[in-house]
């Protein structure tokens, strides 16, 4: 089941992953189409994280002793190569736990300017009553339920662009959708259902025209496209590196220098203050200041060393890679009977996410036939519920594709699809 | 293949063809339940009588939209309860609750889960529990709410 196409060299790169050479149920070889909920590792990513903490773990930014100065310099290095991977400054990668927090920590931000304003510009954060924050239908919660809650602390409205029936989003009305009173645009770079990648640059102009923010989920188009924060023109931009080969535990807000430079922190505590008194105390510039705690540094140097392979493979060739997965994919199972694909039909401004109905069999039914097979894929409503509302969905059964996967793999999940067809007396 | 352990017969033609399904009038409470998972809901009504002093379920009427597990349970479910005292149906309905939570160690009872025995196979899958879990939760939560109702109003 491994082949080579002219942009990555599938099977010296499969060798990487020792997840992919286990069997799973009935002895079945694992086909793994689920990169979208978290990908698989490689052995240079298991291998950093390993080997700092073999040799190098210390506290980073703390003391004076070397392991110290080496867990700084690895925590450090990392932010850098994250910078450089999307077109960005260091100061202007704040390292979280994973895109939600980073979601959350510019909402935060947002609220806590409105309540204390206590930092020097940071009056342009606030969100006062009748204020307005648009979001869209098509994203993942993350980029949802955070600005929901900012709407209810602040007494702002929600208003959202639906999405259209081939799914992707209706821009119609944008320039009505964004007013004078919109805070800031939140929308998703690449949707981990459809795969629709929206027009973020075009969005982004349009806000700012109004003096709006926008902020990006890009946690499914870091890992499968080459982004470039300048070239977004987005204010924020989140994203996870367990879905882009590296470690759990860690992801980024980048946040453009001058509005994290007058933005208040969200968690605080050791790491990111200046000074401390009794009566009060002082926090450092960014992005320290956004990065309370002592640093998660053997998860850092995974991720550089995450960056470090996919740069190795070129994001160019990446993407182009798996664009050809996802034509294949659409191409197969359009040919199957009673199998209704949610999203655009074609590969233009669409990334490697598939999901799809099967008439007569429910997504969680489909699932459990494909296990059986050896075949993991995601069912449900994928973490974003009204999306499927808007696409008069249910639930969906999800495949997505990143670097290791293969054309032939696409083609055992038609046939597993078949399968379970059958299985359950489906029209066919 | 395991399959066909979990998804016997007796559960495919519940899936395909529900007993008791539709919402029906009068009732005593309703509820709606959600599995947050998979998107998998229900909802429920439920009608008590009285008999003899103790409260019997007269009907159990649900809609639902969910994977086959969840249906078919739902299904097998209103056979079993359907006419039988609340009590009674309380018990039964903990005897499935400990056949799911068995690993597929536990022999089912017939006699006293009769169609719902078929089951036994999902206790193997632990994603699929709550599938088979939902409308046996939806329905002791609207009992509950009705004998709550039926309290205040002897009150």
């Known amino acids: 089941m491994t082949a080579a196409t002219e942009y990555l060299n599938v099977e010296a790169i499969r060798a990487d992953f020792p997840?992919?050479?286990?069997?799973?149920?009935?002895?079945?070889?694992?086909?793994?189409?689920?990169?979208?909920?978290?990908?698989?590792?490689?052995?240079?990513?298991?291998?950093?994280?390993?080997?700092?903490?073999?040799?190098?773990?210390?506290?980073?930014?703390?003391?004076?002793?070397?392991?110290?100065?080496?867990?700084?310099d690895a925590y450090e290095g990392a932010r850098e190569k994250v910078a450089a991977f999307i077109g960005a400054q260091p100061g202007e990668v704040v390292f979280t736990k994973n895109t939600t927090e980073a979601i959350n920590l510019v909402a935060y931000a947002m609220s806590n300017a409105t309540v204390t304003g206590a930092f020097p510009g940071s009056?342009?954060?606030?969100?006062?009553?009748?204020?307005?924050?648009?979001?869209?239908?098509?994203?993942?919660?993350?980029?949802?339920?955070?600005?929901?809650q900012l709407c209810e602390r602040t007494g702002a409205t929600l208003r959202w662009l639906g999405?259209?029936?081939?799914?992707?989003?209706?821009?119609?009305?944008?320039?009505?959708m964004i007013t004078g009173r919109t805070r800031i645009v939140a929308v998703t770079h690449q949707s981990n259902v459809t795969g629709t990648v929206p027009p973020v640059a075009d969005i982004a102009r349009a806000a700012h025209e109004k003096g709006a923010l926008v902020i990006a989920d890009a946690a499914q188009s870091v890992p499968h496209q080459p982004v470039d924060v300048a070239a977004l023109g987005v204010d924020f931009l989140a994203f996870s590196s367990h879905k882009m080969?590296?470690?759990?535990?860690?992801?980024?807000?980048?946040?453009?220098?001058?509005?994290?430079?007058?933005?208040?922190?969200?968690?605080?505590?050791?790491?990111?203050?200046?000074?401390?008194?009794?009566?009060g105390s002082t926090f450092l510039p960014p992005p320290q200041r956004f990065e309370p705690g002592v640093p998660a540094v053997a998860e850092a140097a995974g991720l550089a060393a995450?960056?470090?392979?996919?740069?190795?493979?070129?994001?160019?060739?990446?993407?182009?890679?798996?664009?050809?997965?996802?034509?294949?994919?659409?191409?197969?199972?359009?040919?199957?009977?009673?199998?209704?694909?949610?999203g655009p039909d074609s590969t233009k401004d669409r990334g490697g996410a598939v999901s799809f109905e099967v008439q007569g069999v429910h997504p969680h039914d489909v699932g459990q036939v494909l296990d059986e097979l050896g075949i993991a894929v995601r069912t449900g409503h994928h973490c974003a519920w009204p999306l499927h509302r808007a696409l008069g969905v249910q639930a969906s059964t999800r495949a997505t594709f990143y670097v290791y996967n293969t054309h032939a793999e696409v083609d055992a999940l038609a046939d597993g699809i078949r399968y379970a067809q059958r299985f359950f007396g489906a029209r066919q | 293949m395991q399959l066909e352990s979990m998804y016997q017969e007796i559960i495919l033609d519940h899936?395909?063809?529900?007993?008791?399904?539709?919402?029906?009038?009068?009732?005593?409470?309703?509820?709606?339940?959600?599995?947050?998972?998979?998107?998998?809901?229900?909802?429920?009504?439920?009608?008590?009588?009285?008999?003899?002093g103790e409260p019997?379920?007269?009907?159990?009427?649900?809609?639902?939209?969910?994977?086959?597990?969840s249906q078919a349970s739902a299904s097998v479910m209103s056979d079993l309860v359907i006419g039988r005292p609340v009590g009674e149906a309380m018990r039964i309905s903990q005897v499935f609750l400990d056949l799911m939570k068995s690993r597929g160690a536990d022999v089912p009872d017939e006699d006293v889960l009769e169609d719902a025995v078929a089951f036994a196979g999902v206790s193997k899958y632990p994603a699929r529990i709550k599938c088979a879990l939902l409308a046996w939760m939806a329905w002791k939560d609207a009992t509950s709410q009705a004998m709550d109702r039926q309290g205040e109003v002897r009150r």
């Not at chain 1, 606030?126 to 929901?148: F, K, S, Y």
């Not at chain 1, 470090?308 to 182009?320: E, H, I, K, R, S």
Request: charged share 25%.
């Open chain 1, 19 to 72: 997840a992919l050479t286990r069997t799973v149920r009935n002895g079945n070889q694992l086909v793994y189409l689920d990169s979208g909920a978290t990908s698989q590792k490689p052995v240079q990513v298991l291998d950093a994280e390993r080997s700092f903490y073999e040799w190098h773990n210390g506290a980073a930014h703390r003391g004076t002793h070397l392991l110290g100065e080496e867990a700084t």
């Open chain 1, 123 to 148: 009056e342009r954060f606030r969100v006062l009553p009748g204020d307005e924050i648009l979001i869209t239908e098509m994203e993942h919660h993350a980029n949802l339920v955070p600005w929901q």
């Open chain 1, 163 to 176: 999405v259209t029936a081939e799914g992707r989003l209706d821009l119609d009305h944008l320039d009505d």
């Open chain 1, 245 to 279: 080969l590296g470690p759990y535990g860690i992801g980024v807000l980048f946040g453009r220098a001058e509005l994290l430079e007058a933005m208040p922190p969200f968690l605080t505590g050791g790491s990111m203050i200046e000074v401390v008194r009794m009566e």
């Open chain 1, 306 to 342: 995450a960056v470090d392979y996919l740069t190795g493979l070129g994001m160019g060739n990446v993407a182009a890679h798996e664009e050809s997965l996802t034509a294949h994919a659409l191409d197969t199972l359009r040919e199957i009977n009673g199998v209704r694909i949610l």
């Open chain 2, 15 to 52: 899936y395909r063809n529900p007993h008791h399904k539709g919402l029906r009038e009068p009732f005593d409470a309703e509820v709606h339940h959600v599995n947050p998972v998979c998107g998998d809901e229900v909802t429920l009504r439920v009608t008590l009588k009285d008999v003899d």
């Open chain 2, 56 to 69: 019997v379920v007269k009907d159990l009427s649900y809609d639902s939209l969910g994977c086959s597990i």
